[in-house]
């Protein structure tokens, strides 16, 4: 989190419990006012891209106040007049530009006051290649790059390093699954189980941590490839049949396909990888000793690639590389062979962090505009520490050419754009990771390339048994692909006389993959449900 100014901000106090894949983040951040006048500060922090804000209040005293959704320019209008009047005032701001940057104002604290103010988030939690469920919350913001001729842009913030403010949390988690470990880049106490089953647990980051760098938890259950169903039953207080009433179902697939599907799969497809060259990447990964920069890290890991011949032969590949301008190394892409292979060898040896600013639209846009090669599948990999300023503009893109490929994203160092990295992974139906710390990115570009070279299973229809005078409403977006080993969640309403489903004390969840035809796939989920 960065100031804009000398504020007084003073401890921030996190509140995670993680049910399954799903966390819900309670974040308490502290004010008080030393000055002898009233005081407006002004404060920029990154939340995860993915995250939905779902309540913002402020504590002054014993007054609370809660936030209310409004458009922006209503919001601010009702702020602005609000502070000028001397009254206290608090606005929470999306960016225009990047979904993962907020802005916070904080008007008119009195001297001496004390101000609490809570922000409340849910977010999916991705899965890392060694089937650890990934939890982070960001501290550092990186200035995203802003070309001279834009006047928009996220503002400048200042460095982590005169951040004077700490951070405790504590994790409480859930799981219909056995609890394995829960890992951190940042001291933990130890874990503490709360049931026999080990499926209920919590711990404490240790005392006198300075948020100055990302908190990053590895959550690991013990069997993470089994498929799970959970229920969480309708608020008592709500009216039957309204969106907080009935009950809500997460159901959650990692779909492992019979062997000799997966033998049949052909050894084709077309790599491009695009690497970020801007200046930003020659910072390096971590502040430890023996540090590589971004840009070394990016780079062994294209040499691994060659070297080790982990492409198939006869594909296409290319590389690129990009700053305030691009360049390719071949004209198109070419055939993986033994002498392309050296000649690329050479060229990515001599890659540096020397090609300016940021701008990843106009490679995209070249990459879009190649003719795609016929039984040979379009895979994108982009390695980016994500600080753009035009990040819904590049989402677009990538969202406008899904029909024709596949974007698989890897944000290196902490401060990374979410919005960017897991939003053209979203977008592009692929895969996004994150390197941070002492992170090693090879173990990770290997998973996304076995996703890469993986088949899909696309035409998809989901069918629900369910007892009569029961009805199943589907609240997330049709499933358009499955890919083996990666995670898919659905989430629905159930709708009816919910009492018929208590047929098991367990949700139990069976899957089904009639490979055999070329067109419609269906998926079948046979279930018992507890309420």
Known sequence: MFVFLSVPLKSISVQLQVRDHVASVSSSLQYVNEEEHPLEAVFVFPLPADAIVCHFSARIGEQEIVAEVQDKESARDQYDDAVSSGQQAFLLEESDESSDVFKLSVGCLSPGQNASITIVYVIELSVQA???????????????????????????????????????????????????????????????????????????????????????????????????????????????????????????????????????????????????????????????????????SARDTLLLLLLLKSLPMGCYFNIYGFGSHFESFFPQ????????????????????????????????????????????????????????????????????????????????????????????AREGSGHAQFITGTDRIQPKVMQSLRFALQLAVDNISVDWTVPEGVTVDMLSPPISALFQGQRALIYAQIKGQVKALNASPNPDVTQHWPLSGKSTKKLYLSKSIAT
Request: glycine content about 6%.
């Open 333 to 424: 892409s070419v055939v993986y062979s033994e002498d392309t292979m050296e000649e690329a060898l050479k060229r990515v040896k001599s890659m540096n962090a020397d090609m300016g600013g940021t701008e990843i639209l106009q490679p995209l846009n070249h990459i879009y505009s190649q003719p795609c090669y016929p039984d040979h599948p379009r895979q994108l990999f982009v390695f980016t520490d994500g600080e753009v300023w035009n990040t819904k503009e590049v989402l677009d893109l990538v969202k406008s050419h899904a029909y024709s490929h596949r974007c698989f994203s890897f944000g290196i160092g902490e401060g990374v754009s979410t919005a960017l990295v897991t939003g053209m």
């Open 130 to 296: 060694d089937h650890a469920l990934r939890i982070c919350l960001p501290a550092v913001l990186n200035p995203r790059y802003t070309p001279a001729a834009s006047a928009s842009g996220v503002p400048e913030v200042s460095s982590a390093c005169v951040i004077p403010y700490t951070l405790s949390l504590s994790v409480v988690v859930r799981s219909s699954d056995r609890i394995s470990r829960l890992e951190s880049s940042c001291p933990l106490d130890p874990l503490e189980f709360l049931d026999a089953q080990h499926t209920h647990a919590t711990v404490n980051l240790s005392a006198g941590h300075r948020f100055d760098k990302d908190v990053e938890l590895l959550l690991y259950y013990e069997k993470t490839h089994q498929p799970t169903a959970v229920v969480e039953t309708g608020a008592a207080a709500a009216q039957s049949g309204s969106l907080m009433g009935d009950p809500a179902l997460m159901i959650s697939l990692y779909p492992e396909f019979p062997a000799e599907v997966m033998s049949s799969l052909a050894s084709q497809g077309e790599f491009v990888f695009v690497v970020d060259r801007s200046g930003s990447m020659g910072c390096k990964m971590h502040h430890g000793k023996d540090a590589q920069k971004r840009i070394e």
